[in-house]
Protein backbone atom coordinates (compact mmCIF):
# COMPACT_ATOMS: atom_id res chain seq x y z
CA UNK A 1 0.00 0.00 0.00
CA UNK A 2 1.00 3.20 -1.15
CA UNK A 3 1.79 6.05 1.97
CA UNK A 4 -0.88 8.11 0.45
CA UNK A 5 -3.25 5.58 0.36
CA UNK A 6 -2.01 4.49 3.83
CA UNK A 7 -2.83 8.19 5.27
CA UNK A 8 -6.37 7.92 3.79
CA UNK A 9 -7.05 4.25 5.14
CA UNK A 10 -5.72 5.48 9.14
CA UNK A 11 -7.98 8.69 8.63
CA UNK A 12 -11.06 6.67 7.28
CA UNK A 13 -10.50 4.20 10.25
CA UNK A 14 -10.04 7.16 13.12
CA UNK A 15 -13.44 8.66 11.84
CA UNK A 16 -14.99 4.99 11.56
CA UNK A 17 -13.73 5.19 15.78
CA UNK A 18 -14.87 8.18 16.37
CA UNK A 19 -15.94 8.71 20.01
CA UNK A 20 -16.19 11.13 22.73
CA UNK A 21 -12.58 10.47 24.02
CA UNK A 22 -10.43 9.77 20.93
CA UNK A 23 -10.61 12.91 18.30
CA UNK A 24 -11.78 11.72 14.80
CA UNK A 25 -8.20 12.44 13.66
CA UNK A 26 -4.93 13.40 13.47
CA UNK A 27 -4.12 17.51 13.06
CA UNK A 28 -2.08 18.29 9.73
CA UNK A 29 1.40 20.49 10.86
CA UNK A 30 2.13 23.31 8.07
CA UNK A 31 5.70 24.89 8.39
CA UNK A 32 6.73 27.84 5.90
CA UNK A 33 10.20 29.54 5.71
CA UNK A 34 11.13 28.82 9.19
CA UNK A 35 14.31 30.08 10.64
CA UNK A 36 15.98 29.84 14.26
CA UNK A 37 19.61 31.14 15.90
CA UNK A 38 20.79 30.65 19.20
CA UNK A 39 23.42 33.49 19.57
CA UNK A 40 25.94 33.05 16.13
CA UNK A 41 24.88 30.22 15.40
CA UNK A 42 22.07 29.22 12.57
CA UNK A 43 19.56 26.32 14.20
CA UNK A 44 17.10 26.67 11.42
CA UNK A 45 17.48 27.69 7.80
CA UNK A 46 14.29 28.71 6.24
CA UNK A 47 12.17 25.52 6.87
CA UNK A 48 9.41 24.36 4.73
CA UNK A 49 7.07 21.12 5.02
CA UNK A 50 3.83 19.81 5.31
CA UNK A 51 3.12 16.72 7.37
CA UNK A 52 -0.97 15.51 6.62
CA UNK A 53 -3.69 14.90 8.96
CA UNK A 54 -3.16 11.02 10.84
CA UNK A 55 0.40 10.74 9.20
CA UNK A 56 4.02 9.30 10.75
CA UNK A 57 6.61 11.35 9.49
CA UNK A 58 10.48 10.77 10.88
CA UNK A 59 12.81 13.58 10.36
CA UNK A 60 16.75 12.73 10.31
CA UNK A 61 19.91 14.20 9.85
CA UNK A 62 23.01 14.48 11.92
CA UNK A 63 23.23 15.68 15.15
CA UNK A 64 23.10 19.38 15.25
CA UNK A 65 20.89 19.85 12.36
CA UNK A 66 17.98 20.95 13.92
CA UNK A 67 15.74 18.82 14.32
CA UNK A 68 14.64 19.11 17.96
CA UNK A 69 14.76 22.83 17.50
CA UNK A 70 12.24 22.35 15.06
CA UNK A 71 10.50 19.76 16.78
CA UNK A 72 10.38 22.24 19.64
CA UNK A 73 8.90 24.79 17.85
CA UNK A 74 5.98 23.09 16.61
CA UNK A 75 5.14 21.74 19.53
CA UNK A 76 4.99 25.24 20.89
CA UNK A 77 8.05 24.66 23.73
CA UNK A 78 10.33 27.34 21.29
CA UNK A 79 9.61 30.20 18.74
CA UNK A 80 10.99 30.63 15.22
CA UNK A 81 12.47 33.98 14.81
CA UNK A 82 10.45 34.22 11.13
CA UNK A 83 8.19 32.14 9.14
CA UNK A 84 5.24 30.46 10.59
CA UNK A 85 3.72 27.45 11.39
CA UNK A 86 0.28 25.96 11.38
CA UNK A 87 -1.27 23.24 13.23
CA UNK A 88 -4.53 22.17 12.56
CA UNK A 89 -5.01 25.49 10.63
CA UNK A 90 -4.18 27.58 13.26
CA UNK A 91 -1.02 29.15 14.32
CA UNK A 92 1.08 27.58 16.61
CA UNK A 93 0.97 29.86 19.84
CA UNK A 94 4.30 31.19 22.18
CA UNK A 95 4.79 29.18 24.70
CA UNK A 96 3.78 31.20 27.57
CA UNK A 97 0.22 31.33 26.18
CA UNK A 98 0.57 27.87 24.87
CA UNK A 99 -1.02 25.94 28.07
CA UNK A 100 -4.18 25.18 26.49
CA UNK A 101 -3.03 24.29 22.66
CA UNK A 102 -0.90 21.82 24.38
CA UNK A 103 -3.34 20.13 26.35
CA UNK A 104 -5.91 20.06 23.31
CA UNK A 105 -3.80 19.06 20.63
CA UNK A 106 -0.04 17.66 21.27
CA UNK A 107 1.66 14.87 23.29
CA UNK A 108 5.22 14.76 23.90
CA UNK A 109 7.38 11.60 24.18
CA UNK A 110 10.98 12.18 24.88
CA UNK A 111 14.57 10.10 25.08
CA UNK A 112 15.00 10.74 28.52
CA UNK A 113 11.30 9.98 28.84
CA UNK A 114 10.92 12.49 31.55
CA UNK A 115 9.05 10.70 34.39
CA UNK A 116 8.55 11.94 37.83
CA UNK A 117 11.21 9.44 39.90
CA UNK A 118 9.21 9.89 42.96
CA UNK A 119 5.65 8.81 41.29
CA UNK A 120 4.49 5.54 39.94
CA UNK A 121 3.51 5.25 36.47
CA UNK A 122 -0.37 5.60 37.15
CA UNK A 123 0.38 8.63 39.68
CA UNK A 124 2.83 9.98 36.39
CA UNK A 125 -0.14 9.87 33.60
CA UNK A 126 -2.93 11.16 36.39
CA UNK A 127 -0.13 14.15 36.59
CA UNK A 128 -0.52 15.28 33.31
CA UNK A 129 -4.44 15.09 33.57
CA UNK A 130 -4.28 17.54 36.46
CA UNK A 131 -4.23 20.72 34.67
CA UNK A 132 -6.97 19.45 32.33
CA UNK A 133 -9.12 19.24 35.62
CA UNK A 134 -10.43 15.67 35.17
CA UNK A 135 -11.68 14.42 38.41
CA UNK A 136 -9.76 11.88 40.60
CA UNK A 137 -12.11 8.76 39.40
CA UNK A 138 -11.36 10.09 35.75
CA UNK A 139 -7.68 10.43 36.09
CA UNK A 140 -7.54 7.13 37.88
CA UNK A 141 -9.54 5.14 35.01
CA UNK A 142 -8.08 6.72 31.88
CA UNK A 143 -4.37 6.04 33.68
CA UNK A 144 -5.40 2.14 33.94
CA UNK A 145 -6.26 2.15 30.23
CA UNK A 146 -3.14 3.74 28.90
CA UNK A 147 -1.12 1.46 30.78
CA UNK A 148 -3.05 -1.40 29.17
CA UNK A 149 -3.40 -0.65 25.97
CA UNK A 150 1.25 -0.10 26.12
CA UNK A 151 1.12 -3.70 28.02
CA UNK A 152 2.65 -2.25 31.35
CA UNK A 153 -0.18 -2.46 33.13
CA UNK A 154 1.22 -5.18 35.80
CA UNK A 155 3.55 -2.32 36.38
CA UNK A 156 0.92 0.63 37.57
CA UNK A 157 2.36 1.11 40.86
CA UNK A 158 6.08 1.02 40.38
CA UNK A 159 8.62 3.39 40.46
CA UNK A 160 10.44 4.26 37.22
CA UNK A 161 13.45 3.61 39.24
CA UNK A 162 11.85 0.07 39.23
CA UNK A 163 11.32 -0.52 35.46
CA UNK A 164 13.55 -1.23 32.58
CA UNK A 165 13.71 1.64 29.56
CA UNK A 166 11.43 -0.25 27.69
CA UNK A 167 8.68 -0.28 30.02
CA UNK A 168 9.83 3.53 31.22
CA UNK A 169 9.32 4.77 27.69
CA UNK A 170 6.05 2.92 27.30
CA UNK A 171 4.96 4.43 30.31
CA UNK A 172 5.94 8.19 28.69
CA UNK A 173 3.78 7.34 25.54
CA UNK A 174 1.02 6.54 27.82
CA UNK A 175 1.08 9.88 29.55
CA UNK A 176 1.57 11.45 26.23
CA UNK A 177 -1.58 10.38 25.14
CA UNK A 178 -3.45 11.43 28.38
CA UNK A 179 -5.49 13.86 27.17
CA UNK A 180 -6.10 12.25 23.56
CA UNK A 181 -3.61 14.33 21.53
CA UNK A 182 -4.14 15.00 17.61
CA UNK A 183 -0.31 15.02 17.19
CA UNK A 184 2.26 12.90 18.67
CA UNK A 185 5.92 14.08 18.71
CA UNK A 186 8.54 11.93 19.95
CA UNK A 187 12.45 12.97 20.25
CA UNK A 188 14.45 10.63 19.84
CA UNK A 189 12.28 7.80 21.11
CA UNK A 190 14.79 5.06 21.10
CA UNK A 191 18.19 6.53 21.74
CA UNK A 192 18.11 5.34 25.57
CA UNK A 193 17.02 1.98 24.43
CA UNK A 194 18.66 -1.13 23.37
CA UNK A 195 17.74 -2.64 19.65
CA UNK A 196 15.09 -4.75 21.53
CA UNK A 197 13.47 -2.82 23.26
CA UNK A 198 13.68 -0.03 20.96
CA UNK A 199 11.56 -2.33 18.80
CA UNK A 200 9.18 -2.81 20.89
CA UNK A 201 8.90 0.41 21.35
CA UNK A 202 8.49 1.32 17.92
CA UNK A 203 5.71 -1.62 17.52
CA UNK A 204 3.74 0.35 19.98
CA UNK A 205 4.14 3.50 18.52
CA UNK A 206 2.89 2.53 14.68
CA UNK A 207 0.07 0.61 16.54
CA UNK A 208 -1.20 3.37 18.26
CA UNK A 209 -1.25 5.74 15.52
CA UNK A 210 -2.89 2.76 13.56
CA UNK A 211 -5.59 2.48 16.14
CA UNK A 212 -6.43 6.28 17.03
CA UNK A 213 -5.14 7.82 13.41
CA UNK A 214 -3.22 10.68 15.27
CA UNK A 215 -0.25 12.67 13.18
CA UNK A 216 2.62 11.78 14.40
CA UNK A 217 6.58 13.11 13.56
CA UNK A 218 9.47 12.16 15.16
CA UNK A 219 13.34 12.92 15.52
CA UNK A 220 15.55 10.42 15.32
CA UNK A 221 19.02 9.06 14.09
CA UNK A 222 17.45 5.35 14.39
CA UNK A 223 16.91 3.63 10.91
CA UNK A 224 14.26 1.13 12.35
CA UNK A 225 12.17 4.57 13.23
CA UNK A 226 12.34 5.72 9.00
CA UNK A 227 11.21 2.33 8.00
CA UNK A 228 8.27 2.51 10.22
CA UNK A 229 7.34 6.05 8.79
CA UNK A 230 5.29 7.22 5.56
CA UNK A 231 7.77 9.59 4.89
CA UNK A 232 11.51 10.71 6.00
CA UNK A 233 12.63 13.99 5.27
CA UNK A 234 16.33 14.47 6.27
CA UNK A 235 17.45 18.26 7.46
CA UNK A 236 21.43 18.92 7.19
CA UNK A 237 22.54 21.79 8.60
CA UNK A 238 19.37 23.50 9.56
CA UNK A 239 17.92 22.69 5.92
CA UNK A 240 15.53 20.61 4.33
CA UNK A 241 17.18 18.46 2.04
CA UNK A 242 15.59 17.52 -1.30
Not at 146 to 163: C, T
Request: without cysteine; aromatic residues 2%.
Amino acid sequence: MSALRRRHAHAEAATARGSADWPAAGAAVDVADVTKSFGQITALRGVTLRVAASEFVTITGPSGSGKSTLLNMIGSLDRPDSGTILVDGMPVPEPRHAVEFRRRLVGFVFQDNLLLPYLSATANIEAALLSAGVGRRERRERSAELLAEVGVADRAQHLPSELSGGQRQAVALARALANHPRLLLADEPTGALDSVSGARALDLLAAIRDRHGMTVVVVSHDAAVAERADRVMRLVDGAIQS
